[in-house]
T-cell receptor
Framework: DGGITQSPKYLFRKEGQNVTLSCEQN?????MYWYRQDPGQGLRLIYY???????QKGDIAEGYSVSREKKESFPLTVTSAQKNPTAFYLC?????????????????FGQGTRLTVV | DAKTTQPNSMESNEEEPVHLPCNHS???????IHWYRQLPSQGPEYVIH???SNVNNRMASLAIAEDRKSSTLILHRATLRDAAVYYC????????????FGTGTLLAVQP
């Protein structure tokens, strides 16, 4: 079955440690996105990538880093510079026909990783 | 990025229709109107999207105002499983095509 997979579902880390969240999709989508969600809030865009080896900062990129070495993978690293890393992290992907991002396509989301830093 | 405005919360009774409004007065001509919903502790799920004409699918209907400055998501018969946060999002073309989420509408469905 095609889909987008985030792992692990729950992650605990000590303060000051970097941690990498996994996002894999087998939908052959070019565009991938990372969001952060805090309790009772909407989703905020961290980073997005339109194509392999390219990515752009979203609204809250400070303290995060990403890579896009393969089409199907878009890992997010939460660094020790992120002041409030405890949150629910969501990854998404969407199709990019004809080499252009098409607003007439839906995005698919993973089930999220809940990161707790103690 | 064009912004959307939704009520913070709404209530409905099971088996009744629900109309979830969204205002987007700064929408541009190429922006599509997308709706997603999110159940607790899950990733958002696509519901429906449209540009100008009303749209129907197995989950819902989308009614778009003639001037496109507002839209309404219609759930024809609410069930308890429809209780979720519903997000109305404008998705434009161009180089970025970001999905920008607002705070959404929390829909409560009473049995």
């Amino acid at each position: 079955d095609g889909g987008i997979t985030q792992s692990p579902k729950y992650l605990f880390r000590k303060e000051g440690q970097n941690v990498t969240l996994s996002c894999e999709q087998n939908l052959n989508h070019d565009a991938m996105y990372w969001y952060r969600q805090d309790p009772g809030q909407g989703l905020r865009l961290i980073y997005y990538s339109q194509i392999v080896n390219d990515f752009q900062k979203g609204d809250i990129a400070e303290g995060y880093s990403v890579s896009r070495e393969k089409k199907e993978s878009f890992p997010l690293t939460v660094t020790s510079a992120q002041k409030n890393p405890t949150a629910f992290y969501l990854c998404a992907s969407s199709f990019r026909p004809s080499g252009h991002l098409d607003p007439n396509t839906e995005a698919f989301f993973g089930q999220g990783t809940r990161l707790t830093v103690v | 990025d064009a912004k959307t405005t939704q009520p913070n919360s709404m209530e409905s009774n099971e088996e009744e229709p629900v109309h979830l409004p969204c205002n987007h007065s700064t929408i541009s001509g190429t922006d599509y109107i997308h709706w997603y919903r999110q159940l607790p502790s899950q990733g958002p799920e696509y519901v429906i999207h449209g540009l100008t004409s009303n749209v129907n699918n197995r989950m819902a209907s989308l009614a778009i105002a003639e001037d496109r400055k507002s839209s309404t998501l219609i759930l024809h018969r609410a069930t308890l499983r429809d209780a979720a946060v519903y997000y109305c999002i404008l998705r434009g073309g161009g180089a970025t095509n970001k999905l920008i989420f607002g705070t959404g509408t929390l829909l409560a469905v009473q049995p």
